[in-house]
């Protein structure tokens, strides 16, 4: 045990002492760190990939970090708010977690929120709802993965300067990651001088999508959004229908997770997207040695999202000295978190506690028989405002179905 | 005998918040008990009616969707809670003019198509439901001044709807109208002959199990402050359902067991075992095989064997016996 | 109006598999009368197995037919070993068949994970055909094919057979049927059987376009729910004409009013209910 005290950090736990009805010596005592995630029902794809990131960086740790114990409590929301909301209540009010990873979808996110903020407990999510970090922000809320339109953004700036594409029809699921990655696109495409003509919104459970595939012609690329398993199912029909024209994807649509799943009418897909499995860096060829040594797989956005909160934890506490008596001590020292080597490579946090980090534009191709992503641009210190002033893109509504609104 | 175990259940009742300790298990029971609400209103229909329905989570969810709607446009609890009311009731009057067309399967599928319906308006109509992200409320409303922020509050509030609906239970229950239902239930030609128009009788009751639905699906927003379309899905009936087939149907006690144990099973159980799901439909299974009346009367049909088997003149007294059955 | 054409082919395709996966759902409600709310279940056991199959070195239709077998016999041991013991009382044996669903969803994300798995086109089918001067997956068309082969099989043999004599004598009138000497349980373990394993069958076969993934069993069993509401239970011709009116109704509605894509699809179902409780082509009131 080598643990240093400062003079605040001490006044901080003894300051906790007095109102906690427990003994004072937090320093032997475990770090607590909630996990929501899905392991359960249709979702439970990318929650359990979430717990696998979680547990190799603990393992990579002896379940250690900042000289303290580590025990990891997860909570299996089961894809349902009410279920988020639960499991929440159980992790900060019986277990006192000192901070949450997760949830996954935005729906679960935006259920316990207010309810997190109201306990104070730091939160690291995955879930990409834009006005968590823009109009309604949560003060003890740190998303290193970013916001829907986040990778969206350069995607289409790449689309527009780069692949000359002057006209897109966009198609991803009905829902609000759907529409505020098209939103983002749309905004940065058409300021580029490009065209959206259509926007397509498939349910997200579509066994078919004929329907929508047969309104794809006379436009240089297609731009599909889709999450979890349908970018699998949209991909092998979009071949079959016979459709030719190119195809963009954001980060869940090109998740390299998936890429075990995918065939070749996946070849070619153009995606953008905050972790790439290629990134030449020492930490990324060590997670990804481990993801595939550990569970066999390559490992996409959710496995990564969950080591990276592990560094970021861990720079964090190690900066408070293992003290995670004061919460907005460590949800400070969590935003001020800034780091050179990361899977996703350098990144740090705004003031709203989102990532500024690279975005990597990548080709899916097929190499030595195997399914792979090439980085072909990256485009490094990517905020959620992309080159857009803060002040005039929060004052603009979010991202919805409707905006930005399709011009004729 | 009767009475004291029900004052002493009471007084446990009343005192849950200092002795049960953490207040995320204080939260737990406030859950139990609006589920238990609401397995006591979908009781209504399933046990005493003899109709089974799949589609009650819509009438949950309508009161939901209703009561989120009129506090963020600004109105006072007294309005919210009467408004939701009254969408609940026009929503389930007009499930059961539709529903009521049918009797045994086709009941049941004209509710899971009424529910399926609900669930895509929902999920779909994006400027009322705000879709899948669903509507929050920012804080509980506080009823005639008392807040409902902190947990012993709420659970406080919902423990004397709670009560409440238990005694209305049991009057209705008691009631002629009660034994009328019964009767259509039973013998509904016979009931026809002797004059009682069934359909009306059966309306009713889809109200009244549709009203106590409303309730609980208000109280379901007030503690969890948020309302999406999962509330509204078909698994969230099917839940229900479980509940009181579980626990019970026709009897009192049996739907508030039967949400007891599902949400033990989900809130407390599934953070032990980590195949829930599959456990929950593994109890599903068994109670309907191997304790088709359900747990409650399975239950005492044990104890009174195994206690006659012993001791063959004391039947225990219990409080399942106000059970039409 | 290449839009409406290749809308139209696909709503028949789509019918295709749909009367595929609701065949089996129909006989089963015909003639057990329970909707049996595993039968999205046995379509993605079905899926998963083919999967697993493949993965043996077994080929595409090989494994279409022994994953259909395998699914036949857990549907026999579902209802020799459970509906059995609730003869007479349908409302419990829908609701086993729900706890059931539940339980299968999670056994087949313990044993396959939560990855969604891509199922190969079986080469030869492998592209796309021209159907009146259009592009048109190879694939699609052939499950046309493969859907009216079944059935006509299914047609032969509750037509032309003594067993299928037994069945409709079953569906039409159960307690007759057992006065003349037909054993009505064994009936109900082979229908279940067969129910089962088309089921299972679908399930490969919608693979290669479907794809595999939790949560499978949840999309496919509404769609059998409204194709068996909307042709009527026990009849096949209802089933196939139900499966069609389905494709076109999901084809059309997702195309046309996207925002209103479930109602198009459950209101038929309701009005069907409401207004003729029988279905289109049922034969009995339920």
């Not at chain 2, 439901?129 to 409320?137: K, L």
């Not at chain 2, 359902?241 to 626990?247: D, K, Q, R």
């Not at chain 3, 015909?30 to 899926?47: K, V, W």
């Not at chain 3, 082979?190 to 479907?210: D, E, N, Q, R, T």
Request: hydrophobic share 50%.
């Amino acid at each position: 045990m080598n643990v240093r005290l400062d003079r605040r950090a001490f006044l901080a736990s003894s300051a906790a002492a007095a109102t906690l009805p427990m003994p004072a010596i937090a320093q032997n005592k475990p770090i607590r760190i909630g996990l929501l995630t899905v392991k359960t029902g249709p979702l439970a794809q990318g929650g359990i990939q979430m717990e696998q990131g979680v547990t190799l960086f603990l393992k990579d740790r002896n379940n250690k970090i900042a000289g303290r114990p580590v025990e990891l409590l997860i909570g299996d929301t089961g894809g349902n708010p009410a279920g988020t909301k639960t499991k929440a209540q159980e992790l900060i009010e019986r277990d006192q977690v000192d901070m949450i990873f997760g949830p996954l979808a935005a729906f679960e996110l935006l259920a316990i929120t207010d309810y997190v903020a109201a306990h104070k407990t730091p939160i690291l999510s995955l879930a990409a709802a834009e006005d968590m970090s823009q109009r309604k922000p949560n003060p003890y809320f740190v998303r290193a993965s970013g916001t829907s339109a986040q990778n969206m953004q350069p995607l289409a700036d790449y689309a527009a300067k780069e692949l000359k594409y002057k006209s897109v029809i966009t198609i991803s699921e009905d829902f609000a990651y759907g529409y505020e990655q098209m939103g983002g696109f749309q905004r940065v495409f058409e300021g580029a001088g490009g065209h959206v003509v259509k926007k397509l919104w498939p349910p997200l459970v579509t066994p078919d999508y004929t329907p929508y595939l047969a309104q794809l012609s006379g436009v240089d690329a297609v731009v599909q959004g889709f999450a979890g398993s349908n970018p699998l199912k949209f991909m092998k029909q979009y071949a079959d229908a016979g459709v030719k024209l190119p195809v963009l994807g954001g980060g869940t649509a090109g998740d390299d997770a998936l890429l075990k799943s995918f065939g070749d009418e996946a070849i070619g897909m153009i995606s953008a997207s905050a972790y790439t499995s290629d990134l030449d860096s020492p930490m990324n060829q060590h997670f990804v040695e481990g993801m595939v040594r550990d569970y066999g797989s390559t490992p996409g956005l959710y496995a990564a999202g969950l080591y990276i909160n592990g560094l970021v934890a861990e720079a964090a506490l190690e900066k408070l000295g293992g003290n995670t008596d004061d919460k907005d001590a460590v949800i400070k020292a969590l935003r001020a978190v800034s780091l050179t080597d990361s899977p996703r490579g350098p990144f740090h946090f705004d003031h709203f506690g989102n990532v500024v980090g690279t975005v990597y534009i990548r080709r899916l191709e097929r190499k030595t028989g195997k399914l792979v992503q090439t980085t072909i641009k990256s485009y490094p210190n990517t905020s959620q405002f992309w080159t857009f002033e803060e002040k005039w893109f929060l004052e603009q509504p979010v991202y919805s179905r409707d905006y930005p609104p399709l011009k004729s | 005998m009767n009475r004291a175990a029900l004052a002493i259940a009471l007084l446990l009742l009343a005192t849950l918040p200092f002795w049960i300790g953490n207040s995320f298990y204080v939260n737990v029971a406030t859950q139990m008990l609006i589920y238990a609400i609401f397995a006591l209103g979908l009781n209504v229909l399933v046990g005493y009616a003899g109709l089974v329905t799949l589609g009650h989570a819509a009438l949950f969810g309508v009161a939901a969707y209703a009561g989120a709607t009129l506090i963020n446009s600004g109105h006072g609890h007294i309005i919210v809670a009467i408004g939701a009311c009254l969408a609940t009731l026009a929503v389930a009057a007009i499930f059961a003019v539709l529903a009521l067309r049918g009797t045994g399967l086709g009941f049941v599928m004209i509710t899971v198509a009424l529910g399926q319906i609900a669930w895509g308006i929902a999920y779909r109509w994006i400027s009322l439901t705000n879709g899948d992200n669903g509507v929050s409320i920012n804080a509980r409303p506080a009823p005639f001044g008392l807040s409902l922020e902190s947990a012993p509050a709420l659970y406080w509030a919902t423990l004397v709807v709670f009560l409440v609906a238990v005694v209305a239970m049991a009057i209705f229950v008691a009631s002629p109208f009660g034994a009328s239902l019964r009767g259509a239930r039973d013998q509904p030609r016979r009931m026809t002959a002797l004059g009682y128009n069934v359909w009306l009788i059966r309306f009713l009751a889809f109200l009244f199990s549709g009203f106590w639905s409303g309730v609980a699906g208000l109280l379901y927003l007030y503690y969890n402050q948020f309302v999406s379309p999962q509330t509204v899905a078909l698994s969230a009936s099917a839940e229900a359902l479980l509940m009181v087939i579980a626990g019970g149907t026709g009897t009192l006690l049996g739907p508030i067991a039967g949400a007891i144990l599902v949400i033990v099973m989900k809130d407390i159980a599934s953070a032990y075992i980590e195949r829930w799901n599959f456990v929950l439909g593994a109890i599903f299974v068994l109670i309907v095989v191997f304790m088709p009346e359900g747990l409650v009367p399975g239950v005492v049909r044990l104890c009174r064997r195994v206690i006659a088997a012993r001791r063959p003149r004391a039947p225990m007294p219990v409080l399942g016996e106000e059970s039409g059955e | 109006m290449n839009l409406w054409l290749i809308l139209s082919i696909n709503s028949v395709t789509l019918g295709g598999l749909l009367f595929l996966l609701s065949a089996g759902f129909s006989l089963i409600f015909g003639l057990m009368r329970i909707p049996n709310l595993t039968h999205g279940s046995m379509f993605m056991l079905g899926a998963y197995f083919g999967v697993t199959l493949i993965g043996w070195g077994f080929g595409f239709w090989l494994a279409a037919l022994m994953a259909g077998l395998g699914v036949a016999l857990f549907g026999g041991i579902v209802e020799r070993f459970v509906l059995r013991r609730l003869v007479g009382n349908e409302l419990a044996q829908v609701l086993v068949t729900l706890g059931l669903s539940f339980m299968v969803a999670d056994v087949c994300l313990m044993q396959w994970g939560g990855d969604p798995i891509s199922v190969d086109t079986p080469a030869g089918l492998v592209g796309s055909s021209k159907v009146f001067g259009m592009a048109f997956p190879t694939y699609r068309l052939a499950i046309i094919f493969i859907a009216v082969a079944i059935a006509a099989a299914l047609w032969g043999m509750l037509d032309r057979t003594r067993l299928g004599a037994m069945i409709r004598a079953a569906v039409d009138d159960p307690a007759m049927a057992r006065v003349v000497g037909i054993r009505v349980s064994h009936l109900f373990t082979f229908v279940f059987c067969l129910g089962a394993g088309l089921a299972g069958f679908a399930g490969v076969i919608g693979g290669p376009i479907l794809s595999v993934y939790p949560g499978l069993d949840q999309d496919m069993l509404p769609l059998a729910l409204v194709v068996v509401i909307l042709g009527g239970s026990g009849s096949l011709l209802g089933s196939l004409v139900g499966s069609f009116v389905v494709g076109l109704l999901y084809n059309f509605g997702q195309a046309m009013f996207p925002e209103l894509a479930y109602v198009v699809l459950f209101l038929p179902m309701l009005i069907v209910l409401v207004l003729r409780p029988r279905g289109l082509f049922g034969r009995a009131a339920p």
